[in-house]
């Protein structure tokens, strides 16, 4: 059993975990007949579908392509050509002997593209283990520096009703959007007119994270029979199980789930005095022990068991700081992320959720997510359906039926959780004060600009950004946008650089008084079809950034030594992301937002619309060369000058 995953074994020996696939998967000699379904997980053994006839709601695992191995030559030329605006001709000259020795016939880059596709053939997805390995593997908090947020429309609530009102329709939308899931009735995803690979969205619901002293793992309860029929519900640090489901399997109403979060405000209106929820926002290793030792008592370890069950997590806010209107979006993005200090909402959270929306007294509202189980693009589907859900509802009245009180999750804490909890507190204040967040609404024109001038929205929006950073640091940097992959089966993303020799072409002749406005509209034109060239490749399977990735797994996990090249210093700069984006669009006037990927570089989220764009920019405050308000400036900058081009 020496491909299993060593977090995944010591799991599948948990004695409340047992594996969904059961005695047909290959990890049934660590699976034990007749443990009760308490914990299930989604074993990462298993390379076929689950025993007996598929679920109507799976019914796209097998009808999308595989993910394909792109051909080796191809990608080292595509990846030697990403070097050339980013390193020195000696450098990259001394890259290119490299590559032709890793390349040679009979070599090890001969040996290694061979076991890939070889894996590509046996597996679903040559790329998703890995991928999902590397995730938990991360020893970084999940606090800004993995987590993104999603920051929603503010709400101006009158009173402690208006929270709870508008919280029971957003938990009532979400209900929605799940029995369509549930059905089958969620309507497949498209892209270019291409179906998508729905496989994510059954993995947010009643999925958790759970710490490790190593790595993590992910527990899937949404396949236990019956499913969980709660929610958790965060109030003042303290946590509640909350039943939306009556026994008939109805969802509870909209008044009657108000009526229950009335109950939840009334029971905790005073804040607990340790902030248990803060603990999830450690390192990783140093909350794996943490939680270790958490749960050596019963009662934790059954608060905590309930919290990692809920379908989802709610978590009603006390008011932050007011802050100047013009910072008010970047204000809510923060909290969003993460929560405030130790002495504002960070503890009124449980961050391995997988889904935790965020309903605030003072109006601001979104959701955070833990990205191991899906990224940012079915996110933003289930808050667009829920927020339109808020939206149509009607003022909601408390109901009189007589439902059982929600349950209120205890924990003991003795003098060594104590003690974890204080070490947590100072080490999430330092990172909260290390962030620098600015959001901002470019309401000049939107993506049907660009559509209008024959370009594509994505690219002209990353050439805008290309143009920012080179005007606020005088030189381009390494760049990188995130695009899907879920063309294919079990799909998730891939990386594609976004520096190129026309972009670099483009950013140094704009401001040129020496350069014709026809030369620079021709040089724009240039590097936004490179980009959307490259934007293609990725989509469908032919980027460089994960090929390389598996290749180099592929030796450590085959027991080669690692390819030179990847020891170069060219691929060192070039994956050095100083600036991390992606585009992740919306329905709702809403912004997705994450910390930077290196501690000097920016992360960069936009959401296109038809007539505006909203933009986050993050950096660290510890990092001299680095201002995201700067930057966001700059981009709106570059984007009013860039559209002033196209009209001359």
């Known amino acids: 059993m020496s491909h299993i995953p060593v977090a995944m074994f010591s799991l599948l020996r948990h004695p409340w975990v047992r594996c969904k696939w059961q005695s047909t998967c290959s990890c049934q000699t660590a699976w034990q007949p007749g ?136 938990i009532a939308g979400v209900l929605d959007f799940k029995i369509l899931l549930d059905t089958g009735n969620l309507p497949q995803g498209y892209k270019n007119g291409k179906p998508l690979c729905m496989d994510q969205y059954y993995k947010i619901f009643s999925s958790c994270r759970v710490p490790g002293p190593r790595r993590d793992t992910i527990v899937d309860y949404s396949v236990m029979n019956p499913p969980p029929r709660h929610i958790t519900v965060a109030h003042n640090y303290t946590f509640f199980q909350l039943c939306v489901y009556h026994s008939s399997g109805e969802p509870l109403t909209v008044g009657q789930i108000y009526s229950q979060l009335e109950k939840i405000w009334s029971t905790s209106i005073k804040t607990t005095k340790e902030p248990i929820g803060i603990l999830t926002t450690e390192y990783r290793h140093r909350w794996g022990a943490g939680h270790k030792i958490l749960i050596q008592d019963k009662l934790n370890k059954e608060s905590a068991r309930i919290i990692q069950q809920g379908m989802f997590a709610v978590c009603l806010d006390a008011p932050s700081t007011r802050p100047p209107s013009e910072l008010a979006m970047s204000h ?140 606020r640091h005088g030189e381009v940097c390494p760049s990188s946008e995130e695009v899907t992959t879920r063309f294919f089966h079990l799909g998730r993303t891939d990386i594609i650089p976004v520096t190129t020799q026309q972009s670099l072409a483009f950013v140094q002749a704009f401001d040129s008084d020496d350069i014709s406005v026809q030369v620079k509209q021709q040089l724009m034109k240039e590097a936004v079809d490179k980009h959307r060239m490259s934007t293609e490749w990725a989509l469908n399977g032919q980027a460089v950034d994960r090929h390389l990735m598996g290749l180099k797994l592929q030796a450590i996990e085959d027991q080669y030594n690692i390819p030179e090249f990847f020891m170069d210093t060219s691929y060192a700069l070039a994956t050095h992301y100083t600036l991390s984006t992606i585009q992740v669009p919306g329905e709702t006037d809403a912004v997705m937002c994450y910390g930077p990927a290196i501690p000097d570089g920016y992360g960069i989220c936009y959401n296109p619309q038809s007539s505006k764009m909203s933009f986050s920019v993050t950096a660290l405050n510890s990092c001299i060369q680095t201002n995201a308000s700067g930057l966001a400036r700059a981009i709106n900058d570059a984007l009013s000058d860039m559209h002033c081009l196209l009209d001359q």
Not at 60 to 81: C, G, H, I, M, S
Not at 99 to 107: M, S, T, V, W
Not at 128 to 134: E, F, G, I, P, R
Not at 445 to 461: E, V
Request: charged fraction near 25%; aromatic fraction near 10%.
């Open 332 to 471: 809510a993005a923060a909290q969003i992320l993460h929560g405030g200090d130790s002495r504002a909402n960070a503890g009124n959270r449980w961050f391995d959720k997988t889904l935790q929306f965020i309903v605030g007294e003072d109006g601001t509202c979104g959701l955070v997510y833990e990205r191991a189980q899906a990224e940012g693009f079915p996110i933003m589907r289930i808050a667009d359906h829920t927020f339109n859900f808020c939206n149509k509802m009607d003022d909601v009245e408390p109901c009189t039926t007589l439902l059982p009180q929600p349950k209120k999750l205890y924990f003991n804490i003795n003098w060594e959780v104590k003690r974890m909890i204080d070490g947590a507190r100072t080490h999430h204040d330092t990172q909260v004060a290390d962030l620098d967040i600015h959001c901002f609404v470019y309401d000049k024109f939107g993506k049907d600009f660009a559509k209008h001038k024959g370009l594509s929205p994505d690219a002209f929006i990353q050439m805008a950004i290309q143009l920012a950073y080179y005007r």
């Open 35 to 170: 443990l009760p379904s308490v914990g299930i997980i989604a074993c990462f053994l298993s390379p076929g579908p689950l025993a007996g006839p598929e679920p109507i709601t799976r019914r796209d695992r097998t009808a999308l392509q595989r993910l394909p191995v792109p051909p080796q030559k191809q990608t080292l030329e595509r990846y030697l050509a990403s070097l050339q605006p980013l390193v020195s001709e000696e450098e990259l000259k001394y890259t290119r002997k490299l590559l032709q020795d890793f390349a040679r016939p009979g070599g090890l880059g001969e040996i290694l593209q061979q076991r890939l596709e070889m894996k590509a053939q046996k597996t679903e997805n040559w790329l998703s283990n890995w991928l999902m390995d590397k995730y938990l593997a991360n020893q970084t908090p999940l606090v800004v520096h993995s987590s993104p947020g999603v920051v929603l429309p503010k709400q101006d609530f009158q009173d402690t009703q208006g929270q709870l009102q508008f919280a029971a329709k957003l």
